[in-house]
């Protein structure tokens, strides 16, 4: 794969796990009904957890789109979003007791995350 194709493929899946992630947390930011039905009726989590992770989910996702921040800041950006990402999965299947076939619709924001990560890591280590 050239350094341009690398680097197509790093942005388009960036801004694509970074505009997921965003859309994720805007119900949350002021937590909405459903997003207080969900974790916090559903998964048990306090209700201020929700504005929390929800402003934390911003902040990773605004890191990683920004093009020469720091190498550490970047990865713990990335290690947060995943995170959030495999403790919803973890919350999904521990309140319900068992595995739902519809968590892997989060394979959707799992997949352009890792593709994003392994394409900056290209861009980086070239």
Known sequence: MTAKTTNIIYWISTIIFAALMIVSASG????????????????????????????AKVIGAVIILIPRIGRSIKEWAYAGLFF????????????SGKFDPLMLTLLIWIVPGVVSYYCWHKKIYK
């Open 84 to 95: 959030d990402l495999a403790g919803a999965i973890y919350s999904g299947i521990a309140s």
């Open 28 to 55: 949350g930011i002021q937590p909405s009904q459903p997003a207080i039905q969900l974790i916090h009726d559903t998964l048990g989590y306090p209700v201020y957890f929700i504005q929390f992770i929800s402003i």
